[in-house]
C-alpha cells in the first residue's frame, strides 16, 4: 500500500490505516485515498528479476566465449 499524502509504503491496509492515524489525524480515514502496488503491477512486483539477471550473466559467458574462439583463431 502507498500513502498519497506522503508516499509512505506499508504491508497492508490495516498498517496503512494505524500509518493514517498517527501521520495524519487531522484528515479522516478514507480507504480510497491509499493505492495498492501490487494491483498496479498486475500482483506480483518482482516478477522476472532473478531471470534478467541470468540472461545478462549468460550474454556476457557468451560474448567473452566468442572473444576467447576469435582470438584463439
Do not use: F
Request: hydrophobic share 30%.
Amino acid at each position: 500500500m502507498l500513502c498519497t499524502l506522503c508516499n509512505t509504503a506499508a504491508p497492508s491496509l490495516k498498517n496503512m490505516e494505524m500509518h493514517h492515524e498517527s501521520k495524519h489525524p487531522k484528515i479522516p480515514w478514507d480507504e480510497s485515498l491509499y493505492v495498492n502496488k501490487h494491483e498496479m503491477h498486475g500482483g506480483v512486483t518482482t516478477q522476472g528479476v532473478a531471470v534478467k539477471g541470468t540472461l545478462k550473466n549468460e550474454k556476457r559467458k557468451a560474448k567473452a566465449k566468442a572473444e576467447k574462439t576469435k582470438s584463439a583463431a
